[in-house]
């Protein structure tokens, strides 16, 4: 990896290989990119393995949520890309535009700053990184200090792709060696021309901050606080296994992690009952049958300690056990969470979720909508038409219907969050488009000696105009406005 780099040469590295791999077309680098999906596919077993044993997955949740949905978004782009990026002839107001083409053609930004977290350091990172690429971009791909070996795996499969010298540069700074804080200065001071960033919204808003003094575009991928809306009308043993789903998956470690769930009050007795049945049977572990992962820094924990404490400080009540000296985080279900509590104020990484009962409608909205976070969200329902419309009424982001955190996988759909979950979207067309600008051209296809608004300037000129612009945005009827054109003298 390129540590012992300046952060300068990186970037100069990253401009020299950007100005050839821009040239191509964007058939072309499809085609130079299939052989990092064909790597990754070939090395599957590998990388479940640096995965589970790097950050404590269970190897099917490194397989659907690192590998499947990277190798869908590739496969997705290698398909879509060329149609997406195309340049395409918009339109004009004729009485101005008369004898002219527009066309906008989307370029890329070309040294493009990607900093990836650790909860899923494969997906993470590559989604982003091969983006940018479609979109004719280099990367400098900035991978969590926590997890060296993905990041490592990571720089190998570009080789075996075959990919242009100096277009991914991946780096992995140790902690002892330099802070994660002054490394993203340090890479952003270089001057890249974009910046994506997959974090806690806290760091976030430091690298925001920092950026921002150089004035770098940038997309924000932050934390969530998502919600799960359960109706009574619903299927509630699919609601239950879902919601178990969605609150512990990776051991409760992902954005769009289910961290609040509110059920109708008339099931909420049989809900809670049902949820704290199912957790009884999840299997905690990195064994292939294994369902909960492992909360392996102890940052997590120490945070998650500290947010639980809180929470039962100001009244809350725990409905699992947790001994805290056995160096693990089971899953944690709380109730009765004062709205000021830490738990809900804060982003939450880890197994635990609150619940709480709703009378109606509206109270279950206002309570998912009383959040900072704006990410994801999910609703169980037999009502179709009051999904949809609930849908639309949440804050957030995405919203799964009678599931979670699966919706995210599409790799046709745009994702992002709003507010204190970020900004931007990546995935699906938006995605190829947020990597990259929009350059419009103009092109006068019957050129004249002058045209109406050049020099010199005359009142006769005035007059016409100003006839014109009266007629077409007065007021009134259009016999009215044809008068306009033809004003008394």
């Keep these: 990896m390129s540590e012992g780099n300046s952060f300068a ?21 499809c085609r130079a990119l299939c052989p990092l999906r064909n790597a990754i596919a070939s090395q599957i077993d590998r990388i479940v393995s640096v995965l589970s044993e790097e950050v ?90 926590q997890t060296p070996r993905t990041a490592s795996l990571i720089e190998a499969l570009c080789r075996e792709a075959n990919l242009p010298e100096g277009l991914v540069q991946v780096s992995c700074e140790p902690a002892q060696a330099a802070e994660p804080a002054e490394a993203a200065s ?9 910046l994506f960033f997959t974090g806690s919204s806290r760091n976030g808003r430091a690298v925001a901050q920092h950026a921002a003094r150089h004035r770098i575009p940038a997309v924000f991928e932050l934390g969530g606080k998502d919600a799960c809306l359960v109706f009574s009308s619903c299927d509630l043993a699919r609601a239950i296994r879902g919601a178990l789903y969605g609150a512990f998956s990776n051991a409760g470690q992902a954005c769009v992690g289910v961290k609040r769930i509110y059920v109708e009050q008339s099931i909420y007795a049989a809900f809670l009952r049902g949820f704290l049945e199912g957790i009884g049977s999840l299997r905690m572990g990195t ?22 404490d809180d929470a039962l400080a100001r009244g809350a009540t725990l409905h699992t056990a947790w001994q805290r000296d056995s160096g693990q985080v089971p899953p944690l279900v709380l109730t009765g969470v004062p709205p000021e ?21 509206a109270e279950a909205l206002a309570l998912a909508n009383s959040t900072a976070f704006a990410l994801s969200a999910s609703i169980f329902t037999g009502d179709s038409t009051q999904g949809q419309r609930l849908a639309l009424q949440l804050d957030s982001g995405t919203c799964a219907i009678n599931d979670v955190i699966r919706n995210i996988g599409n ?15 990546y995935h699906g067309p938006a995605g190829l488009l947020t990597f990259s600008r929009t350059k419009s051209v103009m092109t006068v296809t019957r050129p004249q000696a002058t045209e109406i608004h050049w020099f010199p300037f005359t009142l006769r000129t005035f007059q ?12 009134g009827s259009i016999g009215k406005r044809i008068r306009h054109l033809f004003p008394q003298r």
């Design 287 to 308: 064994t292939f049958d294994s369902d909960l992962g492992l909360v392996r820094f102890d940052s997590v924990r120490r945070l998650l300690s500290e947010q639980v």
């Design 341 to 361: 509590s830490l738990l809900l104020t804060e982003e939450s990484f880890g197994p635990v979720v609150c619940l709480e009962p709703f009378r109606d409608e």
């Design 464 to 475: 016409r105009l100003r006839s014109l612009l009266l007629f077409r945005h007065a007021s």
């Design 411 to 425: 790799p046709s759909a745009s994702f992002g969050g709003n507010r204190a979950s970020g900004y931007g979207r």
């Design 9 to 29: 040469t990186r970037i100069e590295n990253a401009r020299r290989a950007q100005a050839q791999w821009a040239k191509l077309s964007v058939a072309q680098r």
């Design 186 to 194: 340090g890479l952003i001071d270089a001057g890249p021309d974009f």
């Design 56 to 145: 404590g997955k269970p190897p099917l949740d490194a397989l659907t949520g690192d590998i499947m949905v990277t190798l869908e978004q590739l496969r997705f782009y290698e398909r879509e890309a060329p149609r997406i990026l195309r340049t395409r002839s918009i339109g004009k107001p004729w009485f101005l535009f008369s004898g002219t083409r527009f066309r906008e053609s989307p370029q890329p930004h070309g040294v493009v700053l990607i900093f990836s977290p650790w909860n899923y350091p494969f997906q993470l990172s590559v989604i982003p990184m091969a983006t940018a690429l479609f979109a004719g971009n280099a990367v400098l791909l900035k991978c969590s200090e």
